[in-house]
């Protein structure tokens, strides 16, 4: 079992920038191909970003390419998300996901494993 706890969610305004945290604890954390996801009210959950076990690879939306960058601490068991040039339109709860093929990263449904999600408000 794999358990995931996001962190760094805030309130900031547009230009600005965070930096969510998701920390795991569990088993073969190290092994796991890591995602951000975010919804939005009334709207799907979105792919943000992904990372492989080792950081060799990462992928990420068309929307927030250039602006977020994802990282892996794997010492520490904690996956970050660096969002920078935030806009309103980036604004939804945030969740972090564990354990998913690379083939399939951008879908939330080829995850195991969630967080119960940090928000970010992007006044406009």
């Known amino acids: 079992q794999v358990r995931l706890v996001e962190s760094g969610g805030g309130l900031v305004q547009a230009g600005g920038s965070l930096r969510l945290s998701c920390a795991a604890s569990?088993?073969?954390?190290?092994?796991?191909?890591m995602g951000w996801f975010r919804q939005a009210p009334g709207k799907e959950r979105e792919f943000v970003a992904a990372?492989?076990?080792?950081?060799?690879?990462?992928d990420y939306a068309d929307s927030v390419k250039g602006r977020f960058t994802i990282s892996r601490e794997s010492a520490k068991n904690t996956v970050y998300l660096q969002m920078n040039s935030l806009k309103p339109e980036d604004t939804a709860l945030y969740y972090c996901?564990?354990?998913?093929?690379?083939?399939?990263?951008?879908?939330?449904?080829?995850?195991?494993?969630w967080g119960q999600g940090t928000q970010v408000t992007v006044p406009s």
């Open positions: 996901a564990a354990d998913a093929s690379w083939l399939l990263v951008s879908r939330a449904s080829a995850y195991n494993y």
């Open positions: 569990g088993r073969t954390f190290s092994t796991y191909v």
């Open positions: 990372i492989t076990w080792n950081g060799g690879n990462t």
